[in-house]
């Protein structure tokens, strides 16, 4: 079993700062514009396919039609799904993964649709067919596959705990008892911190920036989701936040899918098994400057 596992460190969250910083003022990280094109450093670290073969895929068929890609994502998670509010620049791990599909599937930058759809929401708009496929902190669970597919997993990571940086009352998820614990709406950590814990009160909103500002205010105790996600927020205020204790589940992250579209989960699985390098580059540029640990895992058949 492989997870993510967080340093904890403040010469670490500061390395990360300066990292986030940095992919904010458009570092080559950004992936956007030009060419269609991810470079990781001075190298491309891939080019778009100009030969496709893909047959019998719904999703694929349509984006030739549509000649573009629709992708769900997130936009307030940073290094993994985020949106410069400024600039309108999308950043992160999990975005730069749509992007390398896309362009295994023949579309440069120019011809991708980035919609922000936040955790609850999922599962429909891929039933729709409002977008293509979706990527973004995305946990492969039973219960989602009853209505679509997944590729992956792309990454696992584990629940954990965010709390004030001065709080040392809360070092794992018993310690909830009494405190009121912030988390997503139609996430799998909020469904758990109910189901397998007792916190004093769970309160629910669409997004983590949302339980951030609330933990800030001091209307939470903590928050709950998964390590990678909390990190995120960490490294851009070490002095505020923090992460308590040890992570507690294990998320498996996919890419969600129309489906019983076997051909595109197939070709996507064999993006990431034949991929390493990329996946490599992609998690040293956006997730290891937070100090999160991790090795890319087997995709499931
Ligand atoms: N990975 C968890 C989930 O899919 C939490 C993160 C999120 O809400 O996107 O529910």
Redesign the pocket.
Same mark, same amino acid.
């Given at each position: 079993m492989r997870k993510s596992r967080i340093l904890t460190g403040l010469g670490l969250a500061a390395v990360a700062m300066i990292t986030l910083a940095g992919c904010n003022s458009g570092s080559p990280s950004a992936g956007s514009g030009g060419g269609g094109e991810q470079t990781g450093g001075d190298e491309a670290l891939w080019e778009v396919a100009t030969e496709v073969d893909l047959e019998g895929s719904p999703t694929y068929d349509r984006m030739v039609e549509r000649d573009g890609v629709i992708v769900g994502v997130?936009n307030d998670q940073p290094g993994l799904g985020y949106e410069d509010a400024a600039s309108g620049e999308r950043t992160g791990f999990d975005v730069d993964i749509a992007r390398w599909i896309a362009a295994s599937l023949g579309f440069d930058e120019d011809q991708i649709d980035y919609v922000t759809i936040p *955790?609850a929401n999922r599962e429909q708009a891929i039933v729709n067919g409002d977008i293509d496929y979706y990527v +973004? /902190? &995305?946990?492969i669970t039973d219960a989602r596959k009853q209505q679509i597919d997944f590729a992956g997993p792309y990454f696992i990571t584990g629940q954990g705990l965010l709390v004030a940086a001065d709080d040392d009352s809360i070092n794992g998820p018993d310690d909830l008892e009494g405190k009121i614990v912030c988390s997503?709406t +139609? *996430? /799998?950590?909020l469904q758990r911190i109910r189901d397998e814990y007792n916190p004093g009160d769970a309160v629910e909103y669409d997004t &983590?920036s949302q339980c951030v500002e609330q933990l800030k205010a001091g209307s939470v105790d903590a928050i709950t /989701?998964?390590e990678a996600?909390l990190a995120g927020y960490v490294a851009l205020e070490p002095d505020v936040l923090k992460i308590a204790g040890e992570p507690f589940s294990e998320?498996r &992250?996919g890419v969600g899918l129309e489906k019983g579209d076997r051909a595109m989960k197939d070709y996507i699985n064999a993006l990431f098994t034949d991929g390493g390098d990329v996946w490599t580059a992609l998690f040293e540029q956006h997730l290891a400057p937070a100090g999160i640990e991790a090795e890319q895992p087997d995709v499931e058949q």
């Amino acid at each position: 079993m492989r997870k993510s596992r967080i340093l904890t460190g403040l010469g670490l969250a500061a390395v990360a700062m300066i990292t986030l910083a940095g992919c904010n003022s458009g570092s080559p990280s950004a992936g956007s514009g030009g060419g269609g094109e991810q470079t990781g450093g001075d190298e491309a670290l891939w080019e778009v396919a100009t030969e496709v073969d893909l047959e019998g895929s719904p999703t694929y068929d349509r984006m030739v039609e549509r000649d573009g890609v629709i992708v769900g994502v997130k936009n307030d998670q940073p290094g993994l799904g985020y949106e410069d509010a400024a600039s309108g620049e999308r950043t992160g791990f999990d975005v730069d993964i749509a992007r390398w599909i896309a362009a295994s599937l023949g579309f440069d930058e120019d011809q991708i649709d980035y919609v922000t759809i936040p *955790s609850a929401n999922r599962e429909q708009a891929i039933v729709n067919g409002d977008i293509d496929y979706y990527v +973004g /902190t &995305y946990s492969i669970t039973d219960a989602r596959k009853q209505q679509i597919d997944f590729a992956g997993p792309y990454f696992i990571t584990g629940q954990g705990l965010l709390v004030a940086a001065d709080d040392d009352s809360i070092n794992g998820p018993d310690d909830l008892e009494g405190k009121i614990v912030c988390s997503v709406t +139609g *996430s /799998t950590p909020l469904q758990r911190i109910r189901d397998e814990y007792n916190p004093g009160d769970a309160v629910e909103y669409d997004t &983590y920036s949302q339980c951030v500002e609330q933990l800030k205010a001091g209307s939470v105790d903590a928050i709950t /989701t998964d390590e990678a996600i909390l990190a995120g927020y960490v490294a851009l205020e070490p002095d505020v936040l923090k992460i308590a204790g040890e992570p507690f589940s294990e998320e498996r &992250y996919g890419v969600g899918l129309e489906k019983g579209d076997r051909a595109m989960k197939d070709y996507i699985n064999a993006l990431f098994t034949d991929g390493g390098d990329v996946w490599t580059a992609l998690f040293e540029q956006h997730l290891a400057p937070a100090g999160i640990e991790a090795e890319q895992p087997d995709v499931e058949q």
